[in-house]
């Protein structure tokens, strides 16, 4: 089979899978990469299927999540502090209002 001979039958595959199908639109988005590679002559290992390209897609956002987990982690941790630090603050103000409170009412 000649190369233009397989691009012809791409395309009538494409056509008979029809936009409806699972393939097809697969097929459809990858024929200018499929054809690429026909008229190079690689190998269609080299050509990202479904599966392969989810596997490939978990694989690449793992450092991400991973980093993303982290920052949340670290936001939370320095939320925490600064809430502590807020309550630690509000308690020393009530503390210094109630000892002001009692100092007045002694002195009345």
């Known amino acids: 089979m000649t190369k233009q001979q397989e691009i012809e039958l791409l395309d009538k595959t494409i056509a008979a899978f029809g936009p409806q199908s699972y393939l097809g639109p697969w097929l459809a988005e990858n024929r ?43 936001a939370r941790i320095a939320a925490k502090q600064m809430a502590d630090a807020i309550e630690n ?6 503390d210094n209002a109630r000892r002001q409170l009692e100092r007045i009412a002694a002195n009345l």
């Open 89 to 94: 603050r509000v308690s020393e103000y009530r």
């Open 32 to 74: 200018g990469a499929i054809v690429a590679d026909i008229t190079a002559d690689l190998p269609l290992d080299r050509i990202v299927m479904p599966s392969e390209a989810m596997r490939l897609a978990l694989e690449l956002r793992a450092p991400g999540k991973a980093e993303h987990d982290a920052m949340i982690e670290r």
